[in-house]
């Protein structure tokens, strides 16, 4: 099973501000990853995938790098809206696996 | 407008069973992939069982393996979960979803809480 660990755990930050995630994985998973979003009693929405591409009506202020073991999600300038739990997905192999998450809090 | 309608969940003693559907509707069912990733309160997210859209390939994340089956019925628009020797650690929402063409999970359901406790 592939383990993808996301740091930081929590990411104290203001509106307006530049926040940058970081997924790894235990092994190379090529460009098969994804960045999930998830508000408190909501489904997760899907961001970014193939490491890079945003999904449709996704703001462009989202962007992710990366390939192999080491991935970035990257929100340019944090609107009200963006403070939540990120997560980072693979599908290199089954099982797919989640990172344990990222919360993105209000500073 | 896609939409995802999971069912069937509920409170049931370690050792029963549950059977949890999801209802789709607004996109050909049958031509994409589906899933269930389940999420035990306050916790992350864990991929449970995935079927292709034909239904011909079936995977499972380990510890469910022999106790969860995953099916669909392409003439309805439905995919299943069947849930069996539930355990504690089962309890969680469960959550339908369906790839898009890249293989990634693009819409989900909002989800149904199976709890197994005595």
């Known amino acids: 099973e592939i383990v993808l660990t996301q740091s930081p755990a929590t990411l104290s930050l203001s509106p307006g501000e530049r926040a940058t995630l970081s997924c790894r994985a235990s092994?190379?998973?090529?460009?098969?990853l994804a960045w999930y979003q998830q508000k408190p009693g909501q489904a997760p929405r899907l961001l970014i995938y193939?490491?890079?591409d945003r999904a449709t009506g996704i703001p462009a202020r989202f962007s992710g790098s990366g390939s192999g073991t080491d991935f970035t999600l990257t929100i340019s300038s944090l609107e009200p809206e963006d403070f939540a739990v990120y997560y980072c997905?693979?599908?290199?192999?089954?099982?797919?696996?989640f990172g344990q998450g990222t919360k993105v809090e209000i500073k | 407008e896609v939409q995802l309608l999971e069912s069937g969940g509920g409170l049931v003693q370690p050792g029963g069973s549950l059977r949890l559907s999801c209802a789709a509707s607004g996109f050909a069912f049958s031509s994409y992939g589906m899933g269930w990733v389940r999420q035990a309160p306050g916790k992350g997210l864990e991929w449970v069982a995935y079927i292709s859209g034909s239904g011909s390939g079936t995977y499972y994340v380990d510890s469910v393996k022999g106790r969860f089956a995953i099916s669909r019925d392409n003439s309805e628009n439905t995919l299943y979960l069947q849930m069996n020797s539930l355990r504690v650690e089962d309890t969680a929402v469960y959550y339908c979803?369906?790839?898009?063409?890249?293989?990634?999970?693009?819409?989900w359901g909002q989800g149904t809480l199976a709890t197994v406790s005595s």
């Open positions: 997905q693979q599908r290199s192999l089954w099982p797919r696996t």
């Open positions: 193939d490491a890079s």
């Open positions: 979803a369906k790839d898009n063409s890249g293989r990634y999970p693009d819409y």
């Open positions: 092994q190379s998973v090529s460009s098969y």
